[in-house]
């Protein structure tokens, strides 16, 4: 089944805490990408990759960290979480770039205390 | 960067009546208008799409108009049922060295049987 998986799917964790969310697709697609959700604000982009080894920062890249050392995995890292990084994350992913559909993974809720 | 805003915030439809929801850009390079609909604890899914060089698109009961002069465009939903209320989000993509899909604040839009 094709899919974007993502995990953890729910974690809280304390300030300062290093953390990795992981994601996958399997797809072959090139463009990832790594949204936060919180409310009234939509889907704010934090990185994007075009494809292995390229990434890019997006509207709300502070705090956070990406690689892409293969096509299908794009993992989130968190070097120091801070509460205002306490959101809903959603990696996605599209064949080429971000002028296709987005699949999207089924979310990941972080809470930083 | 681009800028995209969306209105109304909340919807709220009688089952049967239509539903409008519209949105603004600001970059006139944006050429791609996906929209995605968002169910209450699931991943945003994309629903229908429209590229610059087309006016108006229509799936069934969902349609999106685009006027790139005063660069907006809109979601048009028909005959509403229960099973459309979900937040909806429009999104828009600039064709530029920066390869970001950026989204509006959504709208929550409630059917009511």
């Given amino acids: 089944e094709a899919q974007v998986t993502q995990n953890p799917r729910y974690l809280i964790t304390v300030t300062g805490k290093k953390l990795t969310v992981t994601c996958s697709q399997n797809m072959n697609h090139e463009y990832m990408s790594w949204y936060r959700q919180d409310p009234g604000l939509g889907l704010r982009q934090i990185y994007y990759s075009m494809n292995v080894e390229v990434t890019d920062k997006g509207d709300v890249p502070e705090g956070y960290k990406v690689s892409r050392k293969e096509k299908r995995n794009f993992p989130l890292i968190l070097e120091s979480p801070s509460p205002n990084q306490t959101s809903l994350y959603f990696c996605a992913s599209s064949l080429i770039r971000g002028s296709n559909e987005q699949f999207f993974g089924p979310g990941t809720r972080l809470t930083v205390l | ?113």
Wanted: hydrophobic residues 35%.
């Fill in chain 2, 1 to 113: 960067g681009e800028n995209v805003e969306q209105h109304p915030s909340t919807l709220s439809v009688q089952e049967g009546d239509s539903a409008v929801i519209k949105c603004t850009y600001s970059d006139s390079a944006s050429n791609y208008f996906p929209w995605y609909k968002q169910e209450l604890g699931k991943r945003p899914q994309l629903i229908i799409d429209i590229r610059s060089n087309v006016g108006e698109k229509k799936d069934q009961r969902i349609a999106v108009t685009l006027n790139k002069t005063a660069k907006h465009f809109s979601l048009h939903i028909t005959e509403t049922q229960p099973e459309d209320s979900a937040v909806y989000f429009c999104a828009a993509w600039v064709n530029n060295a920066g390869n970001m899909l950026t989204f509006g604040g959504g709208t929550r839009l409630m059917v009511k049987p």
